[in-house]
């Protein structure tokens, strides 16, 4: 993070500069998005000799106290959040070891968009807003098939799990009459043998 804050100039001379400078140095891909996030980020001020300039409107510097206690344990957390979890990357190279493992463990679902930067959703909002889309239609299926589950009867069930003990059918003069065509098929299929 040092690195970053180091790099990045304290003014530029124009919104335009400060825009081609974020996508030069790699902090926005899409210089379209670049042109809608960059002026926000920014307030116009006087700097001597130099008159109107533009600057970042948060000093970073000054948080440098609290990043390693804002991203310790994150994926920890992360990953034992219950909820269904998407985690959008630029690349797999990001991935730490916690995280690797929790996704091979089916923990969250990774979508990796390759060509994007930290912003992924702005360098490829096409592909971000597909992937998440998907994500959601993923999810709307599972809820309205556990409903379907929730709703559905024990015997029902019983039926769609071959694996679950069958609950013992209600006693019912259809149930009688089916349980006697099975005893007398049983009794023919024996005879013929």
Same mark, same amino acid.
């Given at each position: 993070?040092?690195?970053? &804050?180091?790099? =990045? +100039?304290?003014?530029? #001379? /124009? &919104? @335009?500069?400060?825009?081609?400078?974020? !996508?030069?140095?790699?902090? !926005?891909? $899409?210089? @379209?998005s670049a042109r809608v996030a960059v002026p926000s980020k920014l307030? @116009?001020?006087?700097? #001597?000799? &130099?008159?109107?300039?533009?600057?970042? =409107? /948060?000093?970073l510097k000054s948080s440098q106290p609290f990043w390693r206690e804002w991203f310790e344990g994150m994926d920890s957390k992360f990953l034992g959040c219950s909820a269904p979890k998407l985690l959008f990357l630029a690349g797999t190279d990001r *991935?730490?070891?916690? *995280? *690797?493992i929790g996704q091979m463990q089916g923990k969250f679902q990774l979508a990796v968009v390759y060509g994007s930067g930290h912003h992924v959703h702005e360098d490829k909002p096409d592909e971000f807003a597909t992937k998440l889309r998907d994500f959601h239609k993923r999810l709307s299926a599972n809820a309205?098939? &556990?409903? /379907? !589950?929730?709703?559905? +009867? +024990? %015997?029902?069930?019983? %039926?769609? $799990? +071959?694996t679950s003990p069958m609950p013992p059918p209600p006693v019912t003069v259809a149930n009688s009459i089916a349980q006697m065509r099975r005893t007398s098929d049983d009794a023919t299929t024996s005879k013929t043998q």
């Open positions: 993070m040092d690195k970053v &804050l180091d790099s =990045r +100039p304290e003014s530029f #001379p /124009t &919104l @335009e500069k400060a825009v081609l400078w974020t !996508v030069k140095s790699g902090g !926005v891909h $899409n210089i @379209e307030v @116009e001020c006087e700097a #001597p000799g &130099l008159g109107k300039r533009f600057k970042f =409107r /948060t000093n *991935l730490d070891k916690d *995280l *690797l309205t098939i &556990l409903k /379907t !589950v929730q709703r559905t +009867p +024990p %015997m029902m069930m019983a %039926m769609r $799990n +071959p």
